[in-house]
């Protein structure tokens, strides 16, 4: 990321690819799902975009879902979510 960091524009186009967001913040996880629309660009804008203007990291996109933030559980549960679905 430092070497081709992501603009916001950027990154909105990459978020209403998605239909489903699942957004760690802080100890909580956001789950956000647009019932087979796009993802609202504010609610995208608020979770994705840092003050900077660029994308917040780390982001995993899998599908139609995009994960913003790490933990072990996180991870675990989109892979094996990934997992029943093939």
Known sequence: MEHAPIDRDTT???ARR???LLIKTGTEIVRLDAHGGALDDDAA????VHEDGFMRVPVLLVDDLLVRGFTDAL???VFA????SS
């Open 45 to 48: 804008e608020r979770y994705l």
């Open 18 to 20: 998605a239909r489903r």
């Open 75 to 77: 991870y675990a549960e």
């Open 81 to 84: 979510t990934r997992a029943r």
């Open 12 to 14: 909105l186009a990459i």
